[in-house]
């Protein structure tokens, strides 16, 4: 049981150094583009810079390719349109940046 535990905290860890959380927002628009496959997440508040090889810092965004992608922008539409905040966390290394913006690799929506 111990060794379980162990195992879980050992994978709870090392999720959150691989997708640091970004912080807590509130979305104020949400813009899809068919030119870049793209979808940018602005908010109300400055992005918070964790993934500092991306250069953009006015939105996030998500690309239509991820897997999660439905997942994600729907816990997007559903945070901004009741107006309820969202964390986010972003994909952390080089070459995770989209358009040069943080890449988001994970939500969760705070009712």
Known sequence: M???LLLVLTMITSMSYA???AGTYTIKSIR???A???TYVYTTTPVDHKNTSCTETDSFAISRD????DHIYSSLLAAG???NQVQIWVAYGNGECLNNRQRIALTEIKF
């Open 2 to 4: 111990k060794r379980l």
């Open 19 to 21: 997708n640091p959380l």
């Open 32 to 34: 899809v583009s068919d």
């Open 36 to 38: 870049t496959g793209y």
């Open 66 to 69: 991820a897997k999660s992608y």
């Open 81 to 83: 349109a009741t107006g």
